[in-house]
């Protein structure tokens, strides 16, 4: 399966005192998504916490994990969503658009009852029809490795 890459816009970063739970970086994309981080993470994505991050742009890369490795990094796909919109119009002559958009929902696997695991991803992206379908074939166990970088 090829990589999902998506470039969303940071529109807020939390910086708390909390142990589990320091950095929250809110991104929008065509969904809002939130990420819930330590430093650890940030550091191996490359990733300086501090307020210059709101208002650039977060890419963020979904791969496929090779093995069931207990990765921090790791996502489980929630909901994967096909929609079909029809707009019609009944000027001149009726008609309608149809529009497709393909939606992938992942969430942090859960591994403790805590209120805010860390890391915690909240994801929801609107991806290709290709990477829909490839999507659609893997076994409902696949776990999404996730990778952010600052452009």
């Known amino acids: 399966m090829t990589k999902i890459v998506q470039d969303l816009y940071v529109t ?3 910086i708390s005192n909390i142990s589990n739970a320091p ?3 809110d991104a929008v994309g065509s969904y809002p998504n939130k990420l819930i981080v330590n430093d650890e993470i940030l550091q191996s994505w490359g990733i300086e916490p501090d307020r210059t991050l ?6 963020i890369t979904l791969e496929p ?3 069931s490795d207990d990765n921090i990094n790791s996502l489980q796909i929630n909901h994967l969503e096909k929609v079909t919109r029809r707009r019609y119009r009944y000027l001149s002559e009726p008609s309608f658009l149809e529009e497709l958009e393909f939606i992938l929902s ?3 696997p859960r591994k403790k009852s805590e209120p805010n695991p860390c890391p915690n991803y ?3 992206l609107s ?3 290709s990477d ?3 999507l659609y074939e893997l076994s409902a166990a696949t776990l999404l490795k996730i990778s952010c970088q600052i452009k």
């Open 12 to 14: 807020e970063l939390t």
């Open 122 to 124: 909240q994801i929801k």
């Open 132 to 134: 829909y379908l490839e």
């Open 127 to 129: 991806i290709k029809e």
């Open 106 to 108: 992942c969430n942090s």
């Open 65 to 67: 994990l090779e093995k």
């Open 54 to 59: 709101i208002g650039k742009n977060l890419i």
């Open 23 to 25: 950095f929250i970086i």
